[in-house]
């Protein structure tokens, strides 16, 4: 059998990992600014992560959500704390898709409305109304076509108010920084107007904090840069540092009821022990700060850089839009200096490294792009 062939593949295959650095199978060696798309949050490998699942692997792998599952509980205790959201409730599934198609129904359940709000440009993941809240109709089957979501532009609050008013919404959906789309802010003026609307017009705020959440940006959650609260946060990526998890952070107003949600694999003993070794490693080795730190130090020492036209991002959700005839610089970095990175489209490259990476990396990393732009 083969591969139903979906994604165009670099001719690198990783075979092991440890921190910031990646090996491939012949030997070479790579330092990793993509953490896998975002996912790599504490490292790969790290020692207290390994333990924690090798140990778990060992006692029990999975049981069904029929029984009583106590790691779920301390997932929840540990990121209510780390979150600042402790009186909101958690329901775990397994992917960043997930989350948000969970997140959808429980607002159109919650407040009986069937209409979503979503942004130009943004991306919520692929399954059915994630990938009909995500502004690309090329990966958009005639089967997920539906009435039911608008787009609007992003920081225009002028235009949400003038669909919402239209009447019937169930939830407005942002993500926390635009990731995807090439990492796009919202402004503190309009996250906060949304906020202001959301609650005129009687719809839910859903936060995707699926790709900026979990430290990445110098917050637990982007959105905490502009102190405004959402009624459901989803999460995912980070989450587990690459053991498949998302999980949906849900407001107190918000009352569950039996069989309103459901998952078979969601909130399993491997995935949750994943995610609580993240929690405690972002902890104890202060990897919020570490991530706004870098952050600082790659902002000042790209400014003014002659290859890049824009910087945008906050923390360690970086785009850097590059001047015209430096396109092509991804693959020089891959290629030439090994060091992997993501991209938007061929002109912007983003830095999503593991919130573990020093500042010699960093350092290291200003210094192969200086040299291949000189
Ligand atoms: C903001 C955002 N939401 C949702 C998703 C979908 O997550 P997953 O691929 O885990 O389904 C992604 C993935 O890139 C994302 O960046």
């Known amino acids: 059998?083969?591969?139903?062939?979906?994604?165009?593949?670099?001719?690198?295959?990783?075979?092991?990992?440890?921190?910031?650095?990646?090996?491939?199978?012949?030997?070479?060696?790579?330092?990793?600014?993509?953490?896998?798309?975002?996912?790599?949050?504490?490292?790969?490998?790290h020692p207290y992560y390994v333990q924690m699942l090798s140990e778990q692997l060992g006692k029990l792998g999975f049981y069904s959500?029929?029984?009583?599952?106590?790691?779920?509980?301390?997932?929840?205790?540990?990121?209510?704390?780390?979150?600042?959201?402790?009186?909101?409730?958690?329901?775990?599934?397994?992917?960043?898709?997930?989350?948000?198609?969970?997140?959808?129904?429980?607002?159109?359940?919650?407040?009986?409305?069937?209409?979503?709000?979503?942004?130009?440009?943004?991306?919520?993941?692929?399954?059915?109304?994630?990938?009909?809240?995500?502004?690309?109709?090329?990966?958009?089957?005639?089967?997920?076509?539906?009435?039911?979501?608008?787009?609007?532009?992003?920081?225009?609050?002028?235009?949400?108010?003038?669909?919402?008013?239209?009447?019937?919404f169930a939830a407005v959906i942002i993500e926390g920084i635009q990731g995807v789309a090439g990492i796009y802010e919202p402004t503190n003026e309009f996250i906060n107007g949304l906020r202001t609307l959301c609650d005129k017009y009687g719809c839910l705020l859903i936060l995707d904090e699926i790709q900026s959440g979990y430290g990445r940006t110098g917050k637990f959650f982007a959105h905490q840069h502009y102190g405004v609260r959402a009624d459901i946060v989803t999460t995912a990526k980070?989450?587990?540092?690459?053991?498949?998890?998302?999980?949906?952070?849900?407001?107190?107003?918000?009352?569950?009821?039996?069989?309103?949600?459901g998952t078979t694999f969601g909130g399993n003993h491997l995935a949750c022990t994943a995610a609580i070794a993240v929690l405690d490693i972002i902890e104890k080795e202060n990897l919020v700060e570490n991530a706004a730190k870098i952050g600082e130090y790659f902002k000042e020492a790209f400014a003014g850089d002659p290859a890049v036209k824009e910087y945008r991002g906050k923390g360690l959700m970086i785009g850097l839009e590059l001047n015209e005839e430096y396109v092509g610089l991804r693959n020089k970095l891959l290629f030439e200096k090994h060091f992997f990175t993501g991209a938007a489209g061929a002109g912007v490259i983003r830095l999503l490294p593991s919130l573990t990476i020093s500042q010699e990396t960093a350092e290291s990393f200003v210094a192969a792009w200086r040299e291949l732009t000189k």
């Open 1 to 45: 059998m083969n591969l139903f062939d979906v994604y165009p593949l670099w001719d690198i295959e990783p075979v092991k990992g440890l921190d910031t650095t990646l090996w491939d199978k012949n030997g070479e060696v790579y330092t990793d600014l993509y953490g896998g798309h975002a996912v790599i949050s504490v490292g790969h490998c």
């Open 238 to 261: 980070g989450m587990a540092n690459g053991f498949p998890i998302g999980g949906v952070l849900i407001s107190p107003e918000i009352k569950p009821g039996y069989g309103m949600l």
């Open 65 to 168: 959500n029929a029984v009583q599952n106590s790691l779920q509980k301390e997932l929840a205790t540990k990121l209510g704390r780390v979150s600042g959201y402790d009186d909101y409730a958690l329901f775990l599934c397994n992917s960043g898709a997930e989350a948000n198609e969970n997140a959808l129904k429980v607002a159109s359940f919650h407040t009986g409305k069937a209409k979503v709000l979503a942004f130009r440009k943004a991306f919520h993941g692929r399954t059915s109304g994630a990938v009909a809240a995500t502004d690309n109709p090329k990966i958009q089957a005639p089967f997920n076509a539906t009435q039911n979501i608008v787009f609007a532009p992003l920081n225009d609050l002028e235009a949400v108010d003038t669909e919402l008013s239209r009447g019937g």
